[in-house]
């Protein structure tokens, strides 16, 4: 693991955004209190969905490795497990439509299964993505 993540308030950020979309969903579907659906749909909207806030649909940068040359420049593979909390996204967002959360609309749902699809595809021809795919398994 790259020492500067213990630095870096990246990863920690999307473990913590996983979360609360999956959590306050959840509690949505329990409760029905509106409020928990408000906010994992402003929380899956900034991060995923709004043209103005969204995280780019890629880890190209995580675990990035300071200093010259390439190695300072692009990520490493190791980034990309860092995100592995995006089950818990895709959970969530499926929990609100499926309750139908009136804030979980069909723009947002559109907005998402975009991202979702742009980092599925940089997974799979990126340098970084290819590099985890082939590791044993």
Do not use: C
């Not at 969903?25 to 409760?31: E, K, Q």
């Not at 995923?48 to 675990?63: E, L, R, W, Y």
């Not at 959970?91 to 069909?106: A, E, K, M, R």
């Not at 290819?130 to 590791?135: L, M």
């Amino acid at each position: 693991m790259n020492p500067d993540v213990k630095n870096l308030p990246g990863p920690q950020a999307l473990q913590d955004v996983s979360q609360a979309i999956f959590s306050n969903a959840l509690a949505y579907a329990l409760t029905r209190s509106s409020n928990y659906g408000r906010q994992a749909t402003l929380f899956a909207s900034i991060f995923f969905v709004d043209s103005s806030t969204k995280m780019n649909p890629n880890m190209a940068f995580g675990q990035i490795v300071r200093g010259p040359g390439e190695r300072g420049r692009s990520g490493a593979w190791t980034g990309i497990l860092d995100w592995r909390g995006l089950v818990k996204v895709v959970d969530g967002v499926t929990i609100l439509s499926l309750t139908g959360h009136p804030d979980w609309n069909d723009a947002r749902d559109n907005g998402m299964k975009t991202w979702v699809s742009g980092y599925l595809d940089w997974l799979r021809t990126s340098t970084l993505g290819k590099t985890v795919a082939a590791k044993p398994k």
